[in-house]
Each structure stands twice: as C-alpha cells, then as structure tokens.
C-alpha cells in the first residue's frame, strides 16, 4: 500500500472510530438507570445507537475519504446461500454445547419450559395453559423466523464492523484485524455492559469477557464477510447470535447471577467458538502456504 492509501486508510479509521463511539455513546448516556431491571425496554434504549456503526461508514466513505462503496459488500449474492444458512443457524450448535457443559458441570439445569425467562423479560405476560407446554416447541421456530426479520437491523453494526474497519486495519493479516476489531467493537458496547445489559456482577470482568466473545465473533463474521462477499450474510449471523442465541441462554437460564457462564456470549461458548475459530485461521493459514508453494 503506498503512503497516500495508507495515510487516507488511517484518518478514515481514526473518524469512524471517533463518530461510532461519539453517536452511539451519547445516545446510550441518556438510557435511565431504572432500564435495566427490565430487559425489553433496555433493548429499546440501546437501539438508536446500534446505527452508529453504519452512520459512521457512510460518513467516512461518503465525505472524508471518498472511497465510494464498492468493497462494502452491499450485494446479497445469493449464490452463496450456504453461507448464510450457515450463519442463520450457527447458534444452535453453540447452544447445544452450553446446555450439555452447563448440565453435566453442574452449573445450571436449562428449564425448557422458559417459564421463569419469560417472567424475567415480561412480568405481565401470561401464558394460556392450552398453549403453555408448547412454548418450548415454538419459540426456537419463532426466534428463527424473528433473527431473519431482524437481520436489516444488525446490518447497522456490520455496515460498519464488517463493512469497514475490519476491511481498513491490518487488510494483510485478517486474523489480527478480526482481534482488534474484536477489541474494539467490545469497548464500543462498554456504556451498556456497565448498565448489567450483558453480564451480571464485576462490571470490568464483564467487559473483559465481552471483548473475549466479540473477538471470536470477528473471526468468524470477517470469515463470513470473505467467503461470501456479503455485508448480509453477517447482519444475518450477528441477527441469529442476538436474537436466538441470546433470547434463548436467557430464556432457559433465568438465573442471571450464571449468566457469565452460560449466556450466549459467556465462557461456555467460547468453546465451541474457539474451536471454529481455530479451524477458520488454521484453513486460512493452510491455504495461504498453498499459494506461496512454487
């Protein structure tokens, strides 16, 4: 990369960084305290500022470095289908390895029921009983069809994670980028990990752990993002990693003092996560020394 191109590269990440971090901050400074005993109107505060990334994006591709958006991965290409039914469904084997380590550690026994969950996430809510024991039969299906309805709204975290600065830093080591844009995006997330939004207890473990998770999540979704060329196969996987992996850890765990452990997100994951990652890098690795063999 000559000095022109890196030196443009470097102030459009230093302004993406300032505006992603200033938008999304200042709209989370105003959530109320009071928000955090209640899941769902917490969820609603937090919202605004998941559009930071995107707005950033396009200020920074759009005004100041005047790159355009041709390798921001706007095209669905869905020839690559596979990636994003692999994306769509990648929590479910996470989830199955939470429930099985949770259990057999000890740590917490899923209730399937999701009757102590939905009380924590809707106080007022009541079941009918006709319909009370198929609830665990139909909100798996409901969360799939939800994370797929669902995915235009992620697409304003990765129109900016995935869409630019995991692109900009490091383009030469994408693992590395994926770390440190891991890094990054999990300090983003720092005014609501410090409102208890995703783990309970220690605020600096919390978000310690968090950053654990999002530099796994890089991984794959820079993954994603390369095998098929498509911001929306990672808004798709990023949709599925909140709404069915995260509502059901919540759901099935409704004892929030574990959910370090055993939320989607928590140590448990990092397993079977790390274990991806470490095939992803391993096959990038490989194919790179294939190239490089004369």
């Given amino acids: 990369m000559n000095s022109g191109a890196q ?7 230093a302004a993406y960084v300032i505006i992603a971090f ?3 901050w200042v709209s989370w400074a105003f959530i109320p305290h009071s928000s955090a005993a209640n899941p769902t109107l917490l969820t609603l505060y937090v919202l605004p500022g ?45 989830l199955a390895f939470i429930v099985v380590a949770a259990t057999v ?19 007022h809510a009541k079941i009918p ?18 994370a797929l309805v669902m995915t235009p709204v992620l697409f304003g975290e990765e129109f ?15 693992t590395w980028a ?18 208890g939004y995703e783990f309970a207890g220690n605020p600096a473990i919390a978000a310690a752990a968090f950053c654990v998770t999002t530099v796994l999540i890089s991984i794959v979704f820079g993954w994603l993002r390369e095998r098929s060329g498509s911001i929306w196969v990672t808004s798709l996987a990023h949709s599925a990693t909140n709404v ?45 020394q294939v190239e490089q063999t004369p």
């Fill in 50 to 94: 998941a559009f930071a990334p995107a707005l950033a994006t396009f200020i920074v591709r759009k005004w100041i470095t005047r790159e355009g958006f041709a390798d921001a991965g706007l095209g669905l290409h869905l020839r690559k289908w596979r990636y994003y039914l692999f994306g769509w469904f990648l929590p479910f084997p996470v």
């Fill in 129 to 146: 009983a006709a319909i009370a024991g198929l609830v665990k039969y139909v909100m798996p299906l409901e969360l799939i069809f939800v």
């Fill in 22 to 24: 200033g938008i999304a």
């Fill in 105 to 123: 550690s000890g740590l917490e026994h899923p209730n399937f029921s999701m009757t102590q969950g939905i009380m924590l996430l809707a106080p």
């Fill in 160 to 174: 900016g994670w995935r869409g630019y600065l995991q692109l900009r830093l490091l383009p030469n080591s994408p």
């Fill in 178 to 195: 994926a770390v440190t844009t891991g890094i990054i995006w999990g300090l983003w997330h720092l005014p609501i990990i410090l409102r």
């Fill in 244 to 288: 069915i992996g995260g509502s059901l850890t919540v759901l099935w765990f409704a004892d929030k003092s574990k959910s370090l452990f055993v939320n989607y997100g928590g140590v448990l994951s990092w397993i079977p996560l790390g274990l991806l990652c470490i095939w992803i890098v391993a096959r990038r690795a490989n194919a790179k």
């Fill in 7 to 13: 030196s443009g590269s470097t102030k459009g990440i």
